[in-house]
């Protein structure tokens, strides 16, 4: 509507400047001007009125803009709106949650508590952006066990120059495994992740760093994924000199976020070097290998090196997948003074999980509106297998489990897990026998 004015008001202006009501030269002058001089005086001063106009109306916009964004009206307190994310909102807001029930019959090496319990073991909010078409963020705040305040489980920037290099900064989920990359509750079928990327591979591990990750596609079936990283590392020890890699808990007492170096500082000038290199000859196949390396000790002389291969196969409706992992560490037996403590120097575990995908047509046919065609049954069966201590026979790093299980997805995103552990924990009691089998039920779902 505003450009119609305009224009109307300036066919009003023509129509007087060209019949004489509103002069334009002197009276000496208008007698010298032909009609097509004056036409041309007439063009150049409406051109002028134009440019007024928009100029006026870029000004206005502006001010609007302000006004939305805080940035007018509201002294110094309006700049905390000053952001873009505020004025032209963009970022996205999801997460997932987790709740449980746990029945054991006794403490395992991982469960200390033998009551019946219901936890609220993850709340996790998440948050990305894109910022352009080659540049995102993406943000995870994790709240464990309902307690605490959130911690900030990864946070990058990720810059895409194209499909086989994009560059990557910030707090980094490290490719030691493929499970630490896709831990998430909802993903996985069973309630408690597996033994091996607790403590052989301590999860979740992350650290700040930078490095860079991308896609080939050698042939029209197969891909190669990598991914490259100069991380954080490691910490050994507290700052009173207290080892914190032991039989009992692994490498999990290590990782960067649960030391105490100077708000989560590195103990050493050195950096850690962590990558992964995928294969898929064809879609159903995934193989992966992976490795890390950092120093752990303040003199930069002890190494922490950690080695995994993992694996995924399936076809139709079943699924093998599993990973294996083994970590040394250069005299971790020994304290900073060189007295023998006992801490491990080598430790192994792995696991394996069968998983067959199922809707029988009858139950369908019975609810067919609970029991869709995104629903989905899952029996599963894992096996892990972790010792912390490779030197040492029967410690209390032991640990053998078998878990058989069944879950229930009504869409992908939301599942209803039931499972029946069977732990078998050699000497950690001596010839006892340890009584620590049970049921845990679970719900988790992404929102």
Do not use: C
Not at 33 to 49: M, V
Not at 182 to 211: F, K, M, S
Request: no cysteine; hydrophobic share 40%.
């Amino acid at each position: 509507m505003k450009y119609m004015s305009n224009v109307f008001v300036i066919g009003i202006m023509a129509g007087l400047l060209l019949f004489g009501f509103v002069p334009i030269v002197s009276a000496e002058e208008k007698n010298e001007l032909t009609l097509e001089e004056r036409i041309e005086k007439i063009e150049r001063i409406a051109e002028e009125f134009v440019e007024h106009e928009a100029a006026e109306e870029r000004l206005k916009e502006l001010r609007e803009r302000e006004l939305a964004a805080g940035r007018s009206k509201s002294g110094s307190g309006g700049l905390v709106y000053a952001r873009p994310g505020y004025s032209n909102p963009r970022a996205v807001l999801g997460g997932y949650m987790s709740t449980e029930f746990e029945a054991l019959a006794g403490p395992t090496n991982v469960r200390r508590n033998a009551n019946n319990s219901f936890d609220v073991p993850r709340f996790v909010a998440l948050l990305y952006s894109d910022i352009t078409d080659r540049t995102r963020v993406a943000v995870e705040f994790e709240v464990e066990h309902g307690i605490g305040e959130a911690e900030l489980e990864f946070a990058v920037i990720d810059h895409s120059f194209a499909e086989w290099i994009n560059f990557r900064a910030g707090v980094v989920l490290l490719p030691v495994g493929k499970f630490n990359l896709v831990h998430d509750d909802p993903l996985n079928d069973l309630t408690q992740r597996p033994e091996v990327t607790i403590r052989v591979i301590p999860g979740v591990l992350r650290e700040p760093g930078a490095g860079f990750f991308g896609t080939f596609y050698p042939t029209k079936l197969s891909k190669i994924d990598y991914e490259l990283y100069v991380t954080q590392g490691m910490n050994g020890f507290s700052l009173d000199g207290t080892p914190r890699i032991t039989n009992a808990s692994g490498l999990a007492g290590a990782r960067w976020q649960t030391t105490d170096i100077g708000a989560n500082l590195d103990n050493n000038m050195g950096q850690a070097f962590v990558g992964r290199l995928a294969y898929s000859p064809f879609l159903g196949v995934d193989l992966g290998v992976s490795g890390y390396h950092s120093k752990i000790d303040p003199d930069s002389e002890r190494s922490l090196n950690i080695g995994a291969v993992d694996w995924g196969f399936q076809r139709g409706p079943w699924e093998f997948l599993g990973e294996a992992a083994m970590s040394w560490m250069e005299d971790n037996d020994k304290d900073l003074d060189g007295r023998f403590v006992g801490n491990p120097e080598r430790m192994f575990g792995w696991y394996g999980q069968l998983n067959y995908h199922f809707m029988p047509e009858f139950v369908k046919t019975l609810a067919p509106k609970y029991f869709t065609n995104n629903s989905i049954f899952t029996g599963v069966f894992r096996i892990d297998d972790v010792n912390t201590n490779l030197d040492v026979v029967g410690h209390e790093g032991d640990t053998f489990r078998l878990t058989p299980g069944l879950n229930f997805r009504p869409t992908e995103d939301t599942v209803l897990k039931f499972e029946y552990q069977f732990n078998f924990e050699p000497h950690r009691i001596g010839s006892r026998r340890v009584d620590n089998n049970g049921v845990i039920l679970s719900l988790a779902t992404y929102f």
